[in-house]
């Protein structure tokens, strides 16, 4: 199997008090997930490695909040409370980007349906999202 190319896509809040990079290959997958949080927000999941994430502008401009088990750190904006990335309960040792808070999007983007609902269910799916 031959390794994807990497672009740097850049993306951030909507005031960009938040900004931040990311590479990713210009075709990625993304799950839709309909849990409580993620349909309210419209949050499309780009699960990546931490390493292939850098924040380059608002650290102090970011509050985070969690709930239930507390794993996931959900993060946004203190200015204008967009959420652009968080850290996922599924790959804590990763990063999960809204891919709606790209400013240039890859150009295919294959929506698959996960069921956040049934969370425990599903969520080994995930698992390997974070890994090089």
């Given at each position: 199997?031959?390794?994807?190319?990497?672009?740097?896509?850049?993306?951030s809040?909507?005031?960009?008090?938040?900004?931040?990079?990311?590479?990713?290959?210009?075709?990625?997958?993304?799950?839709?997930?309909?849990?409580?949080?993620?349909?309210?927000?419209?949050?499309?999941?780009?699960?990546?490695?931490?390493?292939?994430?850098?924040?380059?502008?608002?650290?102090?401009?970011?509050?985070?909040?969690?709930?239930?088990?507390?794993?996931a750190?959900?993060?946004?904006?203190?200015?204008?409370?967009?959420?652009?990335?968080?850290?996922?309960?599924?790959?804590?040792?990763?990063?999960?980007?809204?891919?709606?808070?790209?400013?240039?999007?890859?150009?295919?983007?294959?929506?698959?349906?996960?069921?956040?609902?049934?969370?425990?269910?599903?969520?080994?799916?995930?698992?390997?999202?974070?890994?090089?």
């Amino acid at each position: 199997m031959s390794e994807q190319k990497l672009n740097t896509f850049k993306g951030s809040c909507h005031c960009g008090a938040v900004q931040f990079e990311i590479r990713a290959p210009d075709e990625i997958e993304v799950e839709d997930c309909n849990c409580s949080i993620c349909s309210k927000a419209g949050f499309l999941h780009l699960i990546l490695p931490l390493s292939r994430f850098q924040l380059l502008k608002g650290k102090d401009n970011i509050q985070t909040y969690t709930f239930n088990s507390g794993i996931a750190k959900h993060t946004f904006c203190k200015t204008c409370g967009v959420k652009p990335f968080y850290t996922p309960r599924s790959n804590p040792d990763g990063i999960d980007i809204n891919v709606r808070c790209l400013d240039i999007k890859p150009s295919t983007i294959n929506i698959v349906k996960f069921d956040g609902q049934n969370w425990e269910d599903n969520a080994d799916g995930l698992a390997d999202k974070s890994k090089d």
